[in-house]
C-alpha cells in the first residue's frame, strides 16, 4: 500500500450499515472500492445494483484479490472473530464494525495475529474521529473548564421497539436488523459510540462495574418467542488519569445521546454524539446564566410547574472553521462511517498506528463486551 495515491478496499457484509458506508465513501476519494461481497446472494445484487458496485463470486475470492489492501467486516458480531481472523490470513489490513469478536480471548488473538503478520486490525465506531470530538478535544485542552472530573455519556437511542421498526429500509433497501440487535443487546451495537469518546478524551480504563437488564422483554410481533439480550447497561468506569465517567446504553428511555464532561471550573456538554458537528455548550461555574435561561426560570416559578422542553446549559462553544461539504446520512446517524478507514489508510502509508487499532480496539472491545454482561468489579485489558 505504500506509495500508492489510492487504497483499495472491498466489503464483506451489505446489510443496513454498509448504505451508511457507501452514503459517506465519497468523502475520502484516497480510497476505491474494489468489490463488496454477502452470504446472501439476494441482498449482495440488490446492493450492487443500487450503488453500481462489483460484487465478489465468493469471500475466498475477495480476500485473494491482490488489489484489495483493507477488508472492511461489515458482517453481525457473531461473524466478525471469523471474518477478521480469514483476512488476517490473507494477508490484509482489516477494519472491523464493533465489536472485534464476541470473547474477549478471541479478540486478543485477533489483534496478536495482525501484530504478528505487521497488519493493522482497526475497529469502528468512527464518531469519535468526528469535527465534534476534536472541538471539544481542544476546549479541554484550553483548560477553561479545569480538571474534567466527572463524565456522563447517555447512548439511549429512544424506545425503537415501540416504533414501526419491522418497516424500516436502508436506501438500497437492506431491512433494520430489529430482530436480531434484539437478540443480541443493544450495548454491543451502541455503547461504543460512547466508549470511543470516553477513551479518546480521558485514556484507558482502569476499572469498571456494570449492571445490566432486559427490561422489556416483549419487544412486537415475532419477538414473543426469541431469548432477547440486555436492553439496558450501566456502567461505573474509572479511569487510569483519574477520571470518572457513568455510560448508560438503552432502548427504552427517551432518546439521547449526549455527553457532559465537568471540571472544577465549568461543564461541557455535547448535545449528540452521532452528529458529526453537534452543538457543544460551555458552561463556567460562577458565570452569568444566558437570558433565555434565566426568563424560562422565572416562567416556571410563576406557573409553578416544569416546562416540557429542556434547554442545554451554558453558551454555544462555535466551531473554529466552517462546516466543510461532506455527505453524512440522514439524521440520526449524521457520522462519516468511512473516516475510519480514511484515517487507517493514511496511517498505514504513513507508518503510524491509527487510533482505534490494536491495543485500543482489543480495549474497547473489552469494556464493551463487559457492559453488556453487566461484570462488577472488572479490570478491561490494558493498553
Same mark, same amino acid.
Not at 477513551?199 to 445490566?212: C, M, N, R, T, W
Not at 426560570?297 to 406557573?303: K, M, S, V
Not at 451554558?314 to 461539504?325: N, Q
Given at each position: ?13 451489505? /446489510?443496513? $450499515? ?5 452514503? #459517506?465513501?465519497?468523502?475520502?476519494? !484516497?480510497? &476505491?472500492?474494489? @468489490? +463488496? ?43 466478525h472473530y471469523a471474518v477478521n481472523r480469514a483476512a488476517l490470513l490473507a494477508g490484509k489490513h482489516v477494519y472491523c464494525e464493533k465489536p472485534l469478536a ?55 437511542? /429512544?424506545? $425503537? ?5 419491522? #418497516?424500516?429500509?436502508?436506501?438500497? !433497501?437492506? &431491512?433494520?436488523? @430489529? +430482530? ?204
Amino acid at each position: 500500500m505504500s506509495g500508492s495515491a489510492e487504497t483499495g478496499i472491498a466489503f464483506i457484509g451489505t /446489510g443496513f $450499515v454498509a448504505d451508511y458506508y457507501m452514503t #459517506t465513501l465519497a468523502n475520502h476519494p !484516497g480510497l &476505491r472500492l474494489a @468489490g +463488496v461481497w454477502d452470504r446472501d446472494p439476494a441482498r449482495l445484487e440488490q446492493f450492487c445494483d443500487y450503488w453500481k458496485v462489483t460484487a465478489y463470486a465468493s469471500e475466498e475470492a475477495l480476500l485473494a484479490d491482490a488489489g484489495v489492501g483493507i477488508v472492511v467486516n461489515l458482517t453481525v458480531p457473531e461473524s466478525h472473530y471469523a471474518v477478521n481472523r480469514a483476512a488476517l490470513l490473507a494477508g490484509k489490513h482489516v477494519y472491523c464494525e464493533k465489536p472485534l469478536a464476541m470473547e474477549v480471548d478471541a479478540a486478543r488473538d485477533l489483534v496478536a495475529l495482525a501484530k504478528g503478520r505487521g497488519l493493522v486490525l482497526a475497529a469502528a465506531p468512527a464518531n469519535a474521529l468526528s469535527d465534534a470530538q476534536a472541538h471539544c478535544a481542544e476546549i479541554l485542552a484550553s483548560g477553561v473548564i479545569g480538571t474534567p472530573r466527572l463524565a456522563y455519556a447517555e447512548m439511549e437511542d /429512544g424506545p $425503537v421497539f415501540l416504533d414501526n421498526w419491522q #418497516t424500516w429500509r436502508s436506501r438500497s !433497501g437492506a &431491512r433494520w436488523p @430489529g +430482530v436480531h440487535e434484539f437478540e443480541i443487546g443493544c450495548t454491543l451495537e451502541h455503547a461504543g459510540y460512547g466508549m470511543s469518546w470516553l477513551v479518546s478524551l480521558f485514556g484507558p480504563v482502569a476499572h469498571l462495574d456494570a449492571f445490566s437488564a432486559l427490561t422489556f422483554p416483549n419487544k412486537g410481533p415475532g419477538t414473543e418467542a426469541l431469548t432477547l439480550g440486555p436492553d439496558l447497561s450501566i456502567g461505573c468506569l474509572s479511569f487510569e488519569s483519574g477520571m470518572t465517567a457513568r455510560i448508560t446504553c438503552g432502548l427504552a428511555a427517551p432518546r439521547d445521546r449526549s455527553l457532559t464532561i465537568i471540571g472544577d471550573k465549568g461543564t461541557i456538554v455535547v448535545r449528540d454524539l452521532w452528529d458529526n458537528r453537534s452543538p457543544i455548550h460551555v458552561e463556567l461555574s460562577g458565570q452569568k446564566r444566558p437570558w433565555l435561561h434565566r426568563v424560562i426560570d422565572r416562567l416556571e416559578r410563576q406557573a409553578r410547574r416544569k416546562f416540557p422542553f429542556r434547554l442545554m446549559a451554558g453558551r454555544s462553544a462555535a466551531y473554529p472553521s466552517a462546516a466543510p461539504k461532506t455527505r453524512l446520512p440522514n439524521y440520526p446517524s449524521q457520522i462519516d462511517f468511512v473516516r475510519g478507514i480514511a484515517a487507517q489508510a493514511d496511517a498505514i502509508r504513513a507508518g503510524r498506528t491509527p487510533v482505534f487499532s490494536g491495543e485500543t480496539a482489543l480495549h474497547l472491545t473489552d469494556i464493551v463486551l463487559a457492559l453488556n454482561s453487566g461484570k462488577r468489579n472488572y479490570t478491561p485489558a490494558r493498553l
